[in-house]
């Protein structure tokens, strides 16, 4: 059974930082292209940025751009999502999600975990 587990989230003030994670299971991850999304309340979802398989390629928004920082641990399963300089505009639920060998920018992504919220004070 694949899972996708996200952890982190949590209530910070403006300007501050924050970074979460999401760990896969019942499948390897490093074979994988992840994305993270989020999702504000009577908004849509929109994506935040993506990796690639290898790590070797990033994607952001632009209202993320600069502040933003996706990696990942291939030996550990693990995505992660450094979040600086965070704003009240980025509270949100996060997901992370995952899409064999490659990365959209869409939602075409075939594994998605639960999220996990974050909320910035001002």
């Known amino acids: 059974q694949v899972q996708l587990v996200e952890s982190g989230g949590g209530l910070v003030q403006a300007g501050g930082s924050l970074r979460v994670s999401c760990v896969g299971s019942?499948?390897?991850?490093?074979?994988?292209?992840v994305g993270w999304f989020r999702q504000a309340p009577g908004k849509e979802r929109e994506f935040v940025a993506a990796?690639?398989?290898?790590?070797?390629?990033?994607y952001y928004a632009d209202s993320v751009k600069g502040r933003f920082t996706i990696s990942r641990d291939n030996a550990k399963n693990a995505v992660y999502l450094q979040m600086n300089s965070l704003k009240p505009e980025d509270t949100a639920n996060y997901y992370c999600?995952?899409?064999?060998?490659?990365?959209?920018?869409?939602?075409?992504?075939?594994?998605w975990g639960q999220g996990t919220q974050v909320t910035v004070s001002s």
């Open positions: 999600a995952a899409r064999l060998n490659t990365v959209v920018i869409s939602q075409a992504y075939r594994y």
């Open positions: 019942g499948l390897t991850l490093a074979s994988y292209g």
């Open positions: 990796i690639t398989p290898s790590g070797g390629n990033t």
